[in-house]
DNA sequence: TCGGACACGTGATTC
DNA sequence: TGAATCACGTGTCCG
């Protein structure tokens, strides 16, 4: 706890009123530090200003940073930085797990076609991938994430040798990269050399995976169909 | 930016050296203050101990802080407060997704038992969800999200033509792409052409990016904190 | 006693 | 100017 606990006796008078009122008192003077300036009238000093301005900054970083911490699970140490680092861990938790579990999803739907005809009432509606994926929805501010990418042309060939040849190219879109990286990171395939180029309006992508001939064509159809769905309904390719 | 370039300053002394040595001219006496005691012999006056350490609390505080804004997408306002606030909001939208898709995946496998003929793979086994919003704890399976990223070699050269080089060399770990792209998609960098390339052991990335003479060098700062706040503190680079 | 972690007041800088 | 943000040095508390 530590500094927690001046934090507390911080917040003790702020948290509970929206506003602390008549901080005069607070501003105590240090030894006289300013009690010499502005004999009265006009109390803003104009350097006490910058002093309550700064407390109220110190104030909010300090809650924010509290609020992280509430957000996220086993904190361990009570360390500001300590605290930030948990955050940073957790969140790429997150992004792996969610990562995982959407292309399990995938997996699951493109084995099981005749899942649509269940009981329609609880059906949550299997999301529309593309959305999942690139969510972070309610983006209003957003929409960069959102913007469709559009599929230019995919292909995913054998190669002998145990090795599988994916060559993608697409429209390049804020964040496509990462959704990309995402993408194939989350299939656990063995990856013997991946490369992205970026090129000012494009994205090319080129993999070799390595597959023995039993699972390559499984493996085809599974990279073909996650592209589909991270990829724009209207897109060229998908249609 | 603001701020980071301060933070540029700051680490000007630090990143080309291991440590700065001989901050005596450093802690320069304001108005005498400290002139006085410790005459020599013992360098440390005990009071600029204090000095410098404060300091490297602050600069580790930043470099977290950084890496944090790295780790989310779509950080609008480079302010500290703003940072940790995307943050907490990004966490809690990831939560919710994660909690969708998996009772997703809840329904979808009660309805359909005989999809568990892939036992062998991964399959994280989804969660059961109470246990999910708590939980993320010491993940026994998730070592990979820890394991940290070594830099093996990071140059960042100004080219003429207003483009600026980066050339990256690290190890490659489960996630190490995707965070590589946020980071640089984060940064809202005039991107004229990116590469990555993975080999079975290490990840190449090169970059070149458009910036004018005056941004170049606080660009390179800038780029060189982010990666090396991203990368494992104890990596040969980053020491 | 030494070092780590913190809040504080201050001056600088930027918009 | 004026408000906002930051880094800095300092004193203090605690293990």
Redesign the interface.
């Known amino acids: 706890m530590l500094w927690m606990e001046n934090v507390g006796d911080e917040y003790k008078n702020y948290l509970q009123t929206p506003y602390f009122l008549e901080n005069q008192e607070y501003s105590w003077t240090i030894d006289g530090y300013y009690d010499s300036s502005s004999p009265e009238g006009a109390p803003s000093s104009s350097a006490s200003k910058n002093i309550v301005s700064e407390r109220n ?1 110190r104030k ?2 300090n809650q ?2 509290f ?2 911490r509430a ?4 904190i361990t140490k009570m360390d ?2 300590s605290i ?2 948990d ?12 990562a ?3 292309t ?2 995938m997996e ?2 493109s ?2 076609p005749e ?1 649509e005809e ?1 009981p329609p009432p ?1 059906l ?1 509606l ?2 529309p991938l593309p959305l ?1 994926l690139g ?3 309610a ?1 209003v ?2 929409s ?2 959102s913007s469709p990418i559009q599929l230019l042309q995919l292909k995913v060939m054998p190669m002998g040798d145990n090795t599988l040849l994916v060559s993608l190219t697409c429209t390049k879109r ?2 496509a ?2 959704r990309l ?2 993408l194939f ?1 989350s299939f ?1 395939l063995k ?10 309006g494009t994205l090319l992508n080129t ?1 070799f995976i390595e597959a023995d001939e039993k699972e390559k064509d499984g493996l085809k159809m599974q990279i073909e169909t996650a592209i589909a769905a991270l990829m724009d309904p209207q897109s060229p390719m998908t249609s």
């Open positions: 900054r909010q970083l924010r940073l609020a992280l957000v996220v699970p086993n500001k930085a930030i680092k955050a940073i861990d957790y969140i790429q938790q997150l992004q792996e797990e969610l995982k579990t959407q399990e999803i699951m739907e084995n099981n899942t269940q609880p949550p299997p999301l999942l969510s972070h929805n983006n501010f957003n960069t994430t804020a964040g990269m990462v990286c995402q990171e656990n990856i013997i050399t991946a490369n992205i180029t970026a090129l000012p993999l």
